[in-house]
């Protein structure tokens, strides 16, 4: 497989059967250990009499479904604001794999994945969004995974839980193999109700300048 046969019209996008895979941030959200929960205070409400509703919001810049540039972990490298739509604006595949515990190198390669595709894993991690405290027994990625992909040249690739990697591996081989290429990561997606196959997948972070990562809403159009 690999690219689209055809040019996607505006008419198509108004007919496609879209799937909101971006994660509802609250306190409840999950977070990676350590890291400050998704909060929300009010600054201002009608209810009490004020003109309008406003709020602020705390959070980190990987909190919930979000984007990671190059130079969250590339000295150099390149910052969220300077990512490229091309990179995650486009033909995407989801790919389900129902595993325990990790996917390898060998696990993709039967997959005919192709230079420039966007590349989300479907997993059981999208279940774990239903539980607030950070679950250790993620499915993850591993080294040789990321070089395959690496390798094929893919724009970017999506996971369904806060991590690509396995949380022991200190190294974060991943994120090193993967960014440094200039490919891509979207982490915190949730892919439960998308059915395996192919998509435009339509993602956007905050622009945010010289951010290492930003909070994205993601979707995923069958066209």
Not at 135 to 146: C, F, S
Request: hydrophobic fraction near 40%.
């Amino acid at each position: 497989m690999a690219e689209y046969d055809k040019k996607i019209q505006l008419e198509d996008l108004m007919r496609a059967n879209i799937f909101d895979i971006s994660v509802p941030l609250s306190p409840d959200t999950p977070v990676f250990p350590g890291q400050e929960r998704f909060s929300r205070r009010i600054l201002s409400s009608m209810a009490k009499g004020d003109r309008a509703d406003v709020s602020q919001l705390s959070m980190t810049s990987h909190t919930g479904t979000h984007v990671d540039s190059p130079s969250h972990f590339i000295k150099g490298g390149l910052t969220i604001d300077e990512v490229p739509f091309q990179r995650i604006v486009g033909p995407a595949r989801v790919f389900e794999f129902d595993v325990a515990e990790k996917i390898d190198g060998a696990d993709l390669e039967p997959l005919d994945i192709q230079k420039g595709e966007i590349v989300l894993f479907k997993t059981r991690n999208s279940t774990l969004w239903k539980v607030r405290d950070f679950r250790r027994d993620y499915v993850y990625l591993t080294k040789e995974a990321a070089r395959y992909l690496a390798e094929k040249e893919v724009h970017a690739v999506g996971v369904d839980y806060i991590i690509p990697e396995a949380l022991d591996d200190l190294e974060r081989p991943v994120h090193h193999i993967l960014l440094g290429k200039n490919i891509i990561l979207i982490e915190g997606l949730d892919l439960s109700t998308v059915p395996q196959g192919q998509y435009l997948l339509i993602c956007l972070p905050l622009k945010i300048i010289g951010g290492d990562a930003a909070p994205a809403r993601a979707i995923l159009a069958k066209v």
